[in-house]
């Protein structure tokens, strides 16, 4: 009897877990927040778990409907477009010779809608962020107060992050996409900051990986003072931390499965932090043929 009744829940959920990768793609825009509150088993220590199945919540009307698939075809054909003649428009043999390329540029609400802040308070802490448009809409200002009180829950041992992280691009009918940065070889910015160190980081998901969600990190120390600063980053001084990894000595071939970057400040340092940042751009820069960044010591071999 334990057997059937183990073999019937194993089959409801299979099911279950079938329907909902293959109903995903066609009602992703409708039911994204419910499906990922139903399919989340994050809770913060010490919190109540929902007497409410969060899919009860779910608003599903055929006028909605009609209007997100209007929008999900319209993407479709902008990107059957984009296949034939180039991306973003431009042909091909133009799109790969560039040398120069803005990613994001801040100078609108529209732009600032493209990223993400969050900081400790989604595991208790206590730290502040915010984003909105710097001085005359011309850059976006990130600013909020580092707290790295612990919370008293018994689990949490360190806190004290805030950070900033661009949305992944979604193709239409909800489709994962990709940044394709392999043309270029450094990361160029245009920022203003406090002083305080940021970590730069690079998400990736790579097509041979037995770990998913690799992520690469940068510190970028930034000088303080009224004055902007360009930095340009080559990505071969990026290292992969995921998992504790390191990256091995060779040109990075992870470039084109870019799934989004960001920008992480936690250096243990109570009190406001401040970055301003005007565009981020890619840049191939033909003078800087370094392949590895960091030291790589060859093992002697023991006779």
């Known amino acids: ?42 809770r913060r220590p010490g919190s109540q778990p929902e007497k409410k199945p969060s899919w009860q919540n779910t608003d599903l009307s055929f006028k909605k409907s009609i209007e997100v698939l209007k929008t999900q075809l319209s993407m479709l054909k902008k990107e059957t477009k984009d296949y034939l003649v180039g991306p973003g428009g431009h042909p091909f043999n133009q799109y790969l010779l560039q040398q ?34 710097g001085r005359n809409n011309q850059a976006a200002l990130l600013y909020g107060t580092l707290n790295t009180e612990v919370p008293r829950d018994g689990e949490t041992k360190y806190s004290g992050y805030c950070s900033m992280r661009a949305k992944p691009p979604v193709g239409s009918f909800a489709r994962k ?17 406090d002083g305080r160190p940021w970590m730069v980081n690079i998400y990736t998901d790579p097509y041979f990986s037995h770990q998913k969600d690799d992520l690469y990190n940068y510190f970028m120390f930034t000088r303080g003072g009224p004055y902007w600063e360009e930095i340009k980053i080559p990505f071969s001084k990026f290292f992969l931390s995921s998992r504790g990894r390191v990256q091995d000595n060779q040109h990075p071939t992870w470039l084109d499965k870019i799934s989004t970057l960001g920008f992480t400040i936690g250096d243990k340092v109570d009190g406001p932090f401040q970055l301003e940042i005007d565009f981020i751009g890619l840049l191939n820069d033909r003078a800087h043929t370094e392949e590895f960044a960091y030291e790589t010591y060859e093992k002697t071999s023991q006779v």
């Open 1 to 42: 009897m334990a057997l059937t009744a183990t073999l019937l829940n194993s089959a409801y959920l299979s099911g279950r877990c079938c329907r909902h990768k293959v109903l995903h793609p066609l009602l992703g825009p409708l039911l994204s927040d419910s499906v990922s509150k139903l399919y989340s088993s994050y």
């Open 100 to 133: 120069t390329k803005v990613l994001w540029e801040f100078r609108s609400q529209e732009d600032l809608n493209n990223w993400v802040i969050s900081s400790d308070v989604e595991i208790g802490g206590k730290s502040e962020v915010y984003l909105k448009l």
């Open 177 to 193: 996409k990709y940044y394709d940065w392999s043309s270029f070889n450094s990361l160029y910015l245009r920022v203003r900051g």
